[in-house]
């Protein structure tokens, strides 16, 4: 029977600044240079990375965006809820788990620039995903949201904003 901790140690995962833990288990040897990437991007890249993910309720992964897809994988546990803003306004609810019943998805997609926030929902649980990115994950593509610019540009959602953002100080939208 797999539990977080026994996760953790196992995989070796360490915290994550966004929220939970990881380890980064792929970093493909080739890069793509950055005259064959958009220009969002201010170097090479590697082709692809690949992390362990790991969240334990009541925690969560904030608030943040990369510049590349990120595709998640459901490996274990319960599923994740990841919420997604997209940069024309709107916001979609993504179901990442094995239980199809219910509409989630065991692989799934988040677009290269939209702010999103994942947690699971279940008291008590855990669960255990893996992220592939492509062009390749560098911390220089990764920014946690400021939780009033968030809400300043997504009004509409400052419920979910406020209760998925990280602050030093606790400041309401």
């Known amino acids: 029977m797999n539990s977080a ?27 793509i240079d950055i005259t064959a990437l958009p220009g969002r991007y ?44 997209s940069q024309d306004g709107s916001y979609r609810c993504l179901g990442l788990g094995n239980d199809m019943e219910s509409g989630r998805q065991p692989q799934l997609t988040v677009p290269a620039g939209c ?12 669960s255990l995903a893996g992220c592939t990115v492509s062009p390749g994950f560098d911390f220089h593509d990764f920014e946690m949201a400021d939780r009033q610019e968030l809400c300043r540009i997504y009004p509409a959602h400052k419920s979910l904003i406020e209760r ?10």
Do not use: N, Q
């Not at 995989?11 to 080739?30: D, M, Q």
């Not at 994988?73 to 990841?82: E, K, L, P, Q, S």
């Not at 998925?164 to 939208?173: K, M, N, P, Q, Y």
């Open 42 to 85: 201010a170097g090479d890249r590697c082709f692809s990375t690949a992390i362990y993910f790991l969240l334990e309720h009541p925690d969560f992964s904030a608030f943040h965006r990369i510049r590349s897809d990120e595709l998640w994988h459901h490996y274990d546990g319960a599923g994740i809820t990841i919420h997604v803003l």
């Open 164 to 173: 998925l953002t990280r602050e030093a100080r606790d400041v309401s939208c």
């Open 5 to 31: 901790p026994r996760l953790i140690e196992a995989l070796k995962l360490e915290p994550h600044p966004e929220g939970g833990f990881f380890r980064e288990t792929y970093r493909s040897a080739e890069l």
């Open 115 to 126: 702010w999103f926030a994942a947690e699971t929902m279940l008291p008590g649980s855990y």
